[in-house]
């Protein structure tokens, strides 16, 4: 799959906006006033800002309004309603702690619910795809999950938290590697049941429909960053994981906390171009590539 | 709306042969001639005159090279459009409905005036049937041509698909894949019609007719049981080894 910068930056900075919206929304840390208000601010821009490079890929962003009317299937409008809604719940439990001083508890659980449904339905628009089998499986929306909740703990300065989540979310994103590079092979689809020309014999592509390249090439077979994988898995693991850990376990400074989040969000950034770049979609198939 | 029907009233669609197709491209031409001007916004082309020519079509030819675990190998030209799949993954997966598959005659459309252009849709078919235009910025697929097959303001012949009005070897078939009597459907059962890629769970309308098997020119023809070929002694080899002047050869350079 074409590894799109908008889509790369919505997935990465919207999971950890929303991330630390549940956090928040746990009352952990248990902040009130201006502190409140800086933290909120953060989860906002975080969550907002993804949200925002999102509508970037859409040939019509002001149509945009129209992707709340089919939740009943669509994983993407349903998205649409859990972000709005876990906005607005969460800026009303925000409003209490930053000027009344009340943390509104059931509120806050609500938004933090919301938030992390949030999470879960971006991860099903790729989840959802039997076209793409590296991304089809439950472990997808529980890496993504982990990855926000991880996340959102190391923002919320909930050290003892994202010590445990960070080498979880670890964990699921090796294992998520290790059955994506399978994944293809053992879907069953093949340019054997692609062109269903197996029973005669080995299928190969002599000749594509045109000299040229076309949108469907462009946007789902995308092989030129692959070369990399192993260097950018490896980067995505030493700065999305293993150096934030590091960096916990060293006495606290505002700016050892500050390397922690940036290392993290790199890290998070590398494993996400991955997670496209490496997709292969079936439709390669019917160009004899993958 | 995106949730699919129950059930459609007929299964218009596709019956493309594979025996049959020439790989000419004319019903890639006549498709992307129809369309570009009527239903829909036009389907683009970007740098058509560069190095770097790239468009939009709803309709393309591949073409294959398969190897027998003996004999020659087969080249074989695989047109491949949208299916119309009864299970379409594209429809439901679309956010804004613009996407939606009609329950009179099981026609998968997109409504242009609907569309953000977000692609999920092109993301979900496996067969790559949906291409986003480029200058448009909305998702273009095959409409089995439902400005042409209802028109009462063309003649009766032209009232199917472009591609199929134009196909010069008869390689493609339009009709109801819901009627069991119908032409396609004695079409398909005759011929063993298959589906592509039945393990994505699309259930696919559009057949296709695989190639019927080849005869071999080292071996005799198959023949059916019973029959008796009348020629077959008097063309059978008359010498398996080489005699005279070709035999004397042979041997002599055998030996050297």
């Known amino acids: ?290 | 709306m995106t949730q699919l029907p129950e059930r459609t009233e007929k299964k218009l669609g596709l019956v493309i042969d594979l025996d049959t197709c020439v790989g000419c491209h004319a019903c890639v031409v006549s498709c992307k001639g129809w369309n570009t001007e009527n239903y829909g916004a036009p389907l683009s082309d970007q740098d058509p005159y560069g190095s770097a020519p790239s468009g939009t079509f709803l309709n393309r030819v591949h073409s294959y090279e398969v190897q027998p675990e003996e004999g020659a190998a087969q080249l074989i030209h695989f047109p491949k459009s949208c299916l119309h799949c009864e299970d379409a993954p594209c429809v439901t997966v679309c956010p804004t409905g613009a996407s939606y598959k009609r329950v009179e005659d099981g026609i998968v459309l997109v409504n242009e005036t609907d569309c953000i252009g977000c692609g999920l849709c092109a993301w979900a078919c496996p067969y790559g049937a949906r291409e986003m235009d480029a200058a448009e910025g909305v998702m273009k697929k095959c409409t089995l041509c439902v400005d042409r097959i209802y028109n009462e303001n063309l003649p009766e012949e032209d009232r199917e698909p472009a591609c199929v009005r134009t196909c010069p070897a008869g390689a493609r078939h339009f009709g109801d894949l819901g009627d069991p009597d119908s032409d396609v459907s004695q079409l398909v059962e005759a011929r063993g019609g298959v589906d592509l890629m039945p393990e994505q769970g699309t259930k696919p309308v559009n057949k296709y007719l695989p190639p019927r098997p080849k005869d071999r020119m080292d071996r005799p023809a198959v023949q059916p049981e019973g029959d008796i070929d009348v020629l077959a002694p008097l063309l059978k080899p008359v010498a398996e080894e080489p005699k005279g002047f070709i035999g004397w050869l042979d041997k002599a350079l055998e030996k050297i």
């Open chain 1, 1 to 290: 799959m074409h590894p799109a910068p908008s889509v790369i930056i919505f997935t990465t900075l919207s999971g950890l906006g929303f991330g630390l919206l549940v956090w928040l929304g746990l009352g952990r840390p248990d902040v009130t006033g201006w502190m409140a208000f800086a933290f909120f601010a953060i989860a906002y821009a975080l969550a907002v800002g993804g949200l925002m490079a999102s509508t970037f890929h859409l040939g019509h962003p002001e149509r945009a309004m129209k992707a709340f009317t089919q939740w009943r299937t669509s994983w993407l409008s349903r998205e649409a309603w859990l972000s709005v809604m876990a906005l607005i719940v969460m800026a009303l439990y925000g409003a209490g702690l930053v000027f009344l001083g009340t943390p509104w508890t059931a509120l806050g659980w609500l938004g933090a619910a919301l938030s992390l449904l949030t999470v879960y339905s971006t991860s099903m628009i790729y989840g959802q795809l039997t076209t793409v089998p590296r991304w089809k499986t439950p472990l997808t929306p529980a890496l993504m999950a982990a990855i926000a909740l991880a996340g959102g703990a190391l923002l919320a300065g909930q050290a003892p938290a994202a010590l445990i989540l960070l080498p979880v979310a670890a964990v699921l994103q090796v294992l998520w590697w290790v059955r994506g590079d399978m994944a293809l092979s053992r879907s069953g689809t093949d340019m054997a049941s692609a062109t269903q020309l197996g029973d005669i014999g080995a299928v190969r592509a002599f000749e594509p429909p045109h000299t040229g390249t076309n949108y469907l090439l462009r946007e789902f077979v995308h092989v030129v960053g692959r070369k990399h994988s192993i260097k950018l898995r490896v980067i995505a693991l030493v700065l999305g994981y293993v150096l934030p850990v590091l960096l916990l376990l060293a006495p606290f400074t505002h700016l050892v906390a500050f390397l922690a989040v940036a290392s993290h969000l790199a890290g998070i950034a590398a494993s996400r171009w991955l997670f496209f770049a490496e997709a292969e979609h079936v439709v390669g198939l019917y160009y004899g590539k993958r």
